[in-house]
T-cell receptor, first 113, second 115 residues
Framework: ETGVTQSPTHLIKTRGQQVTLRCSSQ?????VSWYQQALGQGPQFIFQ???????GRGNFPPRFSGLQFPNYSSELNVNALELDDSALYLC????????????FGPGTRLTVL | AQRVTQPEKLLSVFKGAPVELKCNYS??????LFWYVQYSRQRLQLLLR??SRESIKGFTADLNKGETSFHLKKPFAQEEDSAMYYC?????????????????FGQGTILTVHP
């Protein structure tokens, strides 16, 4: 069984730039959720993807967007980066949309300068 | 909006001592609660879910609906228990007719078990 993988591990960008983070879900999981974890805080839900469509969203602006592909992998895109976007971005997969037992990837550390 | 509170940011105990990590939640429905753990340099992982009533690594958690609490307990702490612990009551909501699950994490408690 292959676990959740994310790439890249670390990323440094400057304000105003755009970034794309990638996630491969665990084998057999068709649902991917993205979380933002700022330093010293718990993860916050960004959105979930199921059947290649956004299936629920947290309190994040539209410049946070995503994609899901037929193989269930997913991308998180952030446009017009701000300093406060610096965080660890976690991807989690689950067997179905309403399944709350989620399996997390190692995260991508994004630093915005 | 659902809220979860972990009142202790840091908790230190000695090896062999009992440990309790507190979690209080606000939830209007019947909650399904999780504890997640993150060991140093490892990914966030599920420790236990209350619905299964399992004991994982010696930890248990009892849901107290009256007090809206879901405290994590272990009678004899071990050094390898040192980690960040998150209480996470999930939400199942509806978006366009399809349900989705999301976890609402507390701020976490850093547990340090001294030798």
């Amino acid at each position: 069984e292959t676990g959740v993988t994310q790439s890249p591990t670390h990323l440094i960008k400057t304000r105003g730039q755009q970034v794309t983070l990638r996630c491969s879900s665990q084998s057999g999981h068709n649902t991917v959720s993205w979380y933002q974890q700022a330093l010293g805080q718990g993860p916050q839900f960004i959105f979930q993807y199921y059947r290649e469509e956004e299936n629920g969203r947290g309190n994040f602006p539209p410049r946070f967007s995503g994609l899901q592909f037929p193989n269930y992998s997913s991308e998180l895109n952030v446009n017009a980066l701000e300093l406060d976007d610096s965080a660890l971005y976690l991807c989690a997969s689950s067997p179905s949309p309403g399944n709350n037992e989620q399996f997390f990837g190692p995260g991508t550390r994004l630093t915005v300068l | 909006a659902q809220r979860v509170t972990q009142p202790e940011k840091l908790l230190s105990v000695f090896k062999g001592a009992p440990v309790e990590l507190k979690c209080n939640y606000s939830y209007s429905g019947s909650p399904e609660l999780f504890w997640y753990v993150q060991y140093s340099r490892q990914r966030l992982q599920l420790l236990l879910r209350h619905i299964s009533r399992e004991s994982i690594k010696g930890f248990t958690a009892d849901l107290n609906k009256g007090e809206t609490s879901f405290h994590l307990k272990k009678p004899f702490a071990q050094e390898e228990d040192s980690a960040m612990y998150y209480c996470a009551p999930p939400t199942v909501a509806n978006a366009g007719g399809t349900s989705y699950g999301k976890l609402t994490f507390g701020q976490g408690t850093i547990l340090t078990v001294h030798p």
